[in-house]
């Protein structure tokens, strides 16, 4: 038997009802009719090397290129010690697996290409994040690596620019309100990332499912709508189904209905499947893996294991499940490593502190008309049980470091 999902979060309550288990009669007729309205119902690399121990339909870590001769790459031909170390400051919102793993990636760098890095966070309280910012640049760090809480971009990219600190945001872009770039981002391309996750399961399905009738097939994405980097992730997901099942169901649950948690995504897709016993089989994709961590559960009490797939984004949580044993339904994510957004953006920022570069023309191939700074978009693949050892590693090697995993 498959072992489940090992919970990291405090186990939910009992009571939830459980619902009929899924059907595998394939050749009843469909009576699922297309909705894709959310449910009212009540989370620089160079050029890493392709694995070769991928899956099919899938590669190792994705290649991040400096090809248009511009710098603020690890491939910059620069003597890092050749100057006195840098001191970076690491900020962000609230302390979480994936920054404590951006910050161990800076550390372990730091020793490698002459920096230090000290971090702060604003204890998950959005008040007081402007505040603490301001405190923190008084410590007059030479640069700054922060993943900004988007209801304060704009403040954010005015505080920065007063202080005249050298900045490369992470995580989320910083952009006006015409969602022009006001700083150096470097985030995923959120809508490519969607589209494969349910390509993914597209091409994938047959190994768990066989040859089944797939007009049976709808599509469930738990999103946060608050957060527009991350909503974009979703309405990728409903694109690319909608470009491969034409006509069939799509159902978004949103957590801001819930809560931003494992089990605000439980409860959503426990209502959602509850309110579709007409969907026979399910992809669910998820904008963060702690949605993947609520839906796989909420999958599991309701006896739909054989009949649901998931996908989720992240690189963190996913693979200490698979280090634990875990082989359930939960298969694979489209991984951005905690390297990359950590490590693309401290290669540019030491450009920044050298002077090599400005917020106006740093990674100036990446710099979309309008915009202020460059959106450095990172694009990866999907992250197997079969793959996830090598495609970390080749990700942190392509850093030129050794991979601890």
Same mark, same amino acid.
């Given at each position: 038997?498959?072992?489940?999902? &090992?919970?990291?979060?405090?186990?939910?309550?009992?009571?939830?009802?459980?619902?009929?288990?899924?059907?595998?009669?394939?050749?009843?007729?469909?009576?699922?009719?297309?909705?894709?309205?959310?449910?009212?119902?009540?989370?620089?690399?160079?050029?890493?090397?392709?694995?070769? /121990?991928?899956?099919?339909?899938?590669?190792?870590?994705?290649?991040?290129?400096?090809?248009?001769?511009?710098?603020?790459?690890?491939?910059?031909?620069?003597? +890092?010690?050749?100057?006195?170390?840098?001191?970076?400051?690491?900020?962000?919102?609230?302390?979480?697996?994936?920054?404590?793993?951006?910050?161990?990636?800076?550390?372990?760098?730091?020793?490698?290409?002459?920096?230090?890095?000290?971090?702060?966070?604003?204890?998950?309280?959005?008040?007081?994040?402007?505040?603490?910012?301001?405190?923190?640049?008084?410590?007059?760090?030479?640069?700054? $690596?922060?993943? &900004?809480?988007?209801?304060?971009? %704009? %403040?954010?990219?005015?505080?920065?620019?007063?202080?005249?600190?050298?900045?490369?945001?992470?995580?989320?872009?910083?952009?006006?309100?015409?969602? +022009?770039?006001?700083?150096?981002?470097?985030?995923?391309?959120?809508?490519?990332?969607?589209?494969?996750?349910?390509?993914?399961?597209?091409?994938?399905?047959?190994?768990?499912?066989?040859?089944?009738?797939?007009?049976?097939?709808?599509?469930?994405?738990?999103?946060?709508?608050?957060?527009?980097?991350?909503?974009?992730?979703?309405?990728?997901? %409903?694109?690319?189904?909608?470009?491969?099942?034409?006509?069939?169901?799509?159902?978004?649950?949103?957590?801001?209905?819930?809560?931003?948690?494992?089990?605000?995504?439980?409860?959503?897709?426990?209502?959602?499947?509850?309110? +579709?016993?007409?969907?026979?089989?399910?992809?669910?994709?998820?904008?963060?893996?702690?949605?993947?961590?609520?839906?796989?559960?909420?999958?599991?009490?309701?006896?739909?294991?054989?009949?649901?797939?998931?996908?989720?984004?992240?690189?963190?949580?996913?693979?200490?499940?698979?280090?634990?044993?875990?082989?359930?339904?939960?298969?694979?994510?489209?991984?951005?490593?905690?390297?990359?957004? /950590?490590?693309?953006?401290?290669?540019?920022?030491?450009?920044?502190?050298?002077?090599?570069?400005?917020?106006?023309?740093?990674?100036?191939? +990446?710099?979309?008309?309008?915009?202020?700074?460059?959106?450095?978009?990172?694009?990866?693949?999907?992250?197997?049980?079969?793959?996830?050892?090598?495609?970390?590693?080749? $990700? &942190? %090697?392509?850093?030129?470091?050794?991979?601890?995993?």
């Amino acid at each position: 038997m498959k072992r489940k999902l &090992v919970s990291l979060l405090l186990v939910l309550a009992l009571a939830i009802p459980l619902a009929v288990a899924c059907s595998t009669d394939s050749d009843s007729p469909s009576t699922s009719s297309s909705s894709s309205q959310p449910s009212t119902s009540s989370s620089t690399s160079s050029a890493p090397a392709q694995s070769s /121990s991928a899956p099919a339909q899938s590669s190792s870590a994705p290649a991040q290129s400096g090809a248009g001769g511009t710098i603020g790459y690890v491939t910059d031909e620069v003597d +890092h010690w050749a100057r006195p170390a840098y001191n970076f400051a690491f900020y962000t919102l609230a302390v979480s697996d994936m920054s404590a793993l951006q910050l161990e990636a800076l550390v372990q760098a730091g020793e490698v290409y002459n920096f230090t890095v000290y971090d702060q966070y604003a204890g998950g309280d959005s008040d007081a994040y402007i505040t603490n910012l301001e405190t923190l640049l008084l410590t007059k760090p030479d640069g700054l $690596i922060i993943d &900004v809480a988007p209801e304060y971009q %704009r %403040r954010v990219a005015d505080i920065i620019n007063e202080n005249g600190v050298p900045t490369v945001a992470i995580m989320d872009s910083v952009r006006d309100a015409d969602g +022009h770039t006001l700083l150096p981002n470097v985030v995923m391309d959120q809508f490519y990332n969607g589209g494969r996750q349910v390509e993914y399961l597209s091409q994938n399905y047959k190994t768990y499912w066989g040859d089944i009738d797939t007009s049976k097939i709808g599509l469930m994405v738990i999103t946060w709508t608050i957060g527009i980097d991350l909503n974009t992730r979703g309405e990728g997901m %409903r694109a690319k189904f909608e470009e491969l099942y034409p006509g069939q169901p799509v159902y978004f649950g949103d957590t801001a209905t819930e809560s931003f948690s494992a089990d605000g995504a439980y409860n959503l897709a426990n209502a959602i499947m509850s309110a +579709h016993p007409d969907v026979e089989y399910w992809f669910i994709t998820t904008i963060t893996e702690m949605f993947a961590q609520g839906a796989a559960r909420a999958a599991e009490a309701m006896l739909k294991e054989d009949c649901t797939l998931i996908t989720s984004s992240g690189a963190t949580t996913l693979p200490g499940e698979w280090d634990t044993g875990y082989d359930g339904i939960w298969i694979g994510n489209y991984a951005v490593s905690p390297y990359q957004y /950590s490590l693309i953006g401290a290669f540019g920022l030491i450009a920044l502190c050298d002077g090599r570069a400005t917020h106006a023309d740093l990674w100036d191939e +990446h710099i979309r008309p309008g915009d202020f700074a460059a959106n450095f978009e990172m694009k990866a693949d999907i992250m197997t049980r079969a793959n996830y050892k090598q495609y970390l590693g080749d $990700i &942190v %090697r392509s850093f030129g470091l050794e991979y601890r995993g």
